[in-house]
């Protein structure tokens, strides 16, 4: 592995925090448009129907050009490619501010999503192989902190903003930041490439992005964008025969896409896994909670995005904690307990009543948030752990992709699960809307405990200080 001869190892200090600060410029960007829609609309004089195209822009490209992060990173130096991607986000946030039209800002936003599709993966990376493995763990936490964070407080400062100032500070707060992040990665990152310069697989690349295009577009279907029931299905039909095309071609690909070596590592497979599945309700959990707080609950949107602050804090506070646990019980442990106990916690919304106790719904939302906290950084750091500088790329980049799939599937799942139960559009009773959110959580917080018997197939309790040496990894662990 090549590096910049001018980067000094005390830099490393540097690394978490500039990643972290991306990373919550991105998550941020991902949930603060939402709320901002029907105004924009106004303001373009478009409807606000034909606005979600704005959202689709950003989620394509994002799907587009994640699987080609690792390769990049690669080839060209992640400082180089992690710079260009806070530049081209930050560009695009420009643009987006600039816009005239709704197809100048679907343009400015593909720019964005390019920048964002390469900013998430390749500052991972960067952490991965920056630090030792001892380490991993303790850095994932600070790091991985944006991603609570970005969609908690997202749709909350979004409405703030275009109360109380334009649509257009949504993409313009993202300027000084991108500025920032620029000058303090060509200073302080390392300029990291991978162990040999060969070609991309483009073959690969392309029945991959295409699998990965059509299964987001199907997923958002079922919520957000409101496809019909057989749009979706053949949607999800061509991103799954894609995906098989890929898998066929990469058997038999000397250098595909992602590296075969990464199925033989017990680890990532259960890590991928894991994260796949057990993100399903991590990931409905912004989208439900904020709907149940107003719609159910009659609070008003300032107070709902208040209540989200506790679980945030909490987010942050129990970080520490996930090194201190996963070095004491191991990974299996942690990880089967946490997952069952974050499913019966998401179960436990079923039991908040009509007007409760502010201090009560607070406290709970806050250990729900260290627990979620937990989970996502022990759900990062054991698929990552085992990765070597060969496999480190393609195996960030598979989990970059498996994030962003999960994401949707929980917000569809979540979407329609809770539509079977009640039509919000009909306006029915209070009460019939708030039974309808109980039997939605009880339905999400079961299917995340399910997701426990995923990491019940670790081997053993090995804590994640131990040598990388030492941990044991079998050639024919395959999918």
Not at 342 to 350: E, N, R, S, Y
Not at 387 to 413: E, F, P, R, W, Y
Request: aromatic share 10%; charged share 10%.
């Amino acid at each position: 592995m090549k590096h910049s001869s001018a980067f000094a190892a005390s830099d490393t200090r540097y690394i978490p925090w500039i990643v972290a600060a991306a990373l919550f410029m991105q998550t941020l960007d991902g949930s603060i448009l939402n709320t901002a829609l029907p105004v924009m609309a106004r303001s373009l004089n478009e409807s606000p129907l034909r606005m979600q195209s704005t959202v689709i822009a950003y989620m394509l490209s994002m799907a587009l050009f994640i699987p080609a992060s690792g390769w990049l990173a690669d080839r060209f130096g992640s400082r180089r490619v992690f710079v260009t991607a806070i530049a081209l986000f930050t560009l695009g946030s420009l643009l987006c501010a600039l816009s005239p039209t709704l197809g100048w800002l679907v343009a400015s936003r593909i720019v964005q999503g390019v920048g964002g599709a390469l900013m998430m993966p390749v500052g991972r990376l960067t952490v991965l192989r920056s630090f030792p493995r001892s380490e991993l763990v303790r850095v994932l936490s600070f790091v991985t902190i944006p991603g609570l964070l970005g969609p908690l407080l997202g749709p909350t400062l979004g409405g703030w903003l275009v109360q109380y100032a334009s649509w257009h500070w949504i993409f313009l707060i993202n300027i000084p930041v991108g500025l920032a992040g620029c000058l303090a990665s060509l200073r302080f990152l390392p300029d990291l490439h991978g162990p040999d310069a060969s070609g991309l697989d483009w073959m690969g690349f392309v029945l991959f992005a295409v699998a990965t295009t059509l299964v987001s577009l199907a997923f958002e279907g079922m919520g957000e964008l409101g496809l019909s029931p057989p749009g979706n299905l053949l949607l999800l039909a061509a991103g799954l025969a894609s995906l098989t095309a890929y898998y066929l071609h990469a058997r038999h690909s000397a250098a595909p896409l992602f590296s075969r070596r990464l199925f033989t590592i017990h680890t990532f497979v259960v890590g991928i896994a894991g994260n796949l599945f057990a993100r399903l309700g991590t990931g409905a959990m912004p989208f439900l909670t904020p709907l149940l707080l107003q719609v159910a609950l009659g609070f008003s949107p300032s107070e709902a995005g208040m209540s989200m602050i506790p679980m945030a804090v909490a987010s942050i506070a129990a970080k520490p904690l996930a090194t201190r646990l996963l070095e004491r019980f191991g990974f299996r442990r942690v990880l089967v307990a946490n997952t069952l106990l974050l499913g019966v916690m998401i179960a436990g919304f079923a039991l908040i009543p009509d007007d409760p106790p502010r201090f009560p719904l607070y406290a709970y939302l806050a250990l729900f948030g260290s627990i979620n906290s937990l989970q996502f950084t022990a759900m990062n750091a054991l698929t990552l752990i085992d990765l070597d500088h060969q496999t480190a790329a393609s195996g960030n980049s598979l989990l970059s992709v498996v994030m962003q799939l999960s994401i949707s599937l929980g917000v569809a799942s979540a979407a329609a699960v809770l539509g079977a139960f009640v039509d919000l559009q009909e306006m029915p009773e209070r009460a019939t809307i708030l039974s309808a959110f109980h039997k939605t959580y009880l339905c999400v917080g079961l299917m995340t405990t399910l997701a426990a018997g995923i990491f019940f197939q670790l081997r053993g309790d090995q804590p994640p200080s131990a040598p990388l040496e030492t941990r044991k990894i079998r050639e024919d662990d395959g999918l």
